[in-house]
Each structure stands twice: as structure tokens, then as C-alpha cells.
């Protein structure tokens, strides 16, 4: 059974930053690749940014992409999502999910997910 547990959210003001933290359980953490979502009230989940097993690959979605970074680091079984230049706009629950194939973008491509983070960004 894969545990993901983020952490790292909280309330900052527009143009601030935080970083966010997932930490896997299990051994097989390398072997996959790994999605940041997030979902604002009364919205659907969307794709955040995605990074592959070995972090050689990174993407992201337009809304963040020059303002956000994710990365990893196999040896801790830990994804990241250093978020700056936040907005009110970026305010949402953030999840980060195990990919488990297919395209990147899609919350269908992951098998595995966090309970989610909040993050609020005051104007």
C-alpha cells in the first residue's frame, strides 16, 4: 500500500511563496513518475505540474509555469512544489498523486493520492 502525505501549505500574501512536500511510503518510489493537482472550491481538479522518475522531465501548466518548480529527491522519497509569485488565483487544496501511465496532464494517470494541502493566497 503507497502512502502520500503532503505538507507545507498554509495562508500567505500575493506575491509570497511556500513549499510544498510529498512523502512517499514504500520502496519503489524512483520507479514512478509524480503529479502536483490542486482543486479551488467549487472547481474541478487540474493539473499542476508533473515530474519523471528520475527528474529528468518536468511540465507544468500555463497558470504556473515560470513560477512554480517541482522537483524530487529519490533518496527521501519526497516530491516538491516550490511555489513563488503566488497569486489569489493559485488559492486551492493541492495534491500530489503517483503516476501510473498515460498522459501526464490527466488526474486519470495516477493511481495513488495525498490527502491534499491548502494553500490560501490573500490579496
Known amino acids: 500500500q503507497v502512502q502520500l502525505v503532503e505538507s507545507g501549505g498554509g495562508l500567505v500574501q500575493a506575491g509570497g511563496s511556500l513549499r510544498l512536500s510529498c512523502a512517499a511510503s514504500?520502496?519503489?518510489?524512483?520507479?514512478?513518475?509524480m503529479g502536483w493537482f490542486r482543486q479551488a472550491p467549487g472547481k474541478e481538479r487540474e493539473f499542476v505540474a508533473a515530474?519523471?522518475?528520475?527528474?529528468?522531465?518536468?511540465y507544468y501548466a500555463d497558470s504556473v509555469k515560470g513560477r512554480f518548480t517541482i522537483s524530487r529527491d529519490n533518496a527521501k522519497n519526497t516530491v516538491y512544489l516550490q511555489m513563488n509569485s503566488l497569486k489569489p488565483e493559485d488559492t486551492a487544496v493541492y495534491y500530489c498523486?503517483?503516476?501510473?501511465?498515460?498522459?501526464?496532464?490527466?488526474?486519470?494517470?495516477?493511481?495513488?493520492w495525498g490527502q491534499g494541502t491548502q494553500v490560501t493566497v490573500s490579496s
Open positions: 514504500g520502496r519503489t518510489f524512483s520507479s514512478y513518475s
Open positions: 498523486a503517483r503516476g501510473s501511465g498515460g498522459a501526464y496532464y490527466l488526474s486519470s494517470s495516477y493511481d495513488y
Open positions: 515530474i519523471s522518475w528520475s527528474g529528468g522531465s518536468t
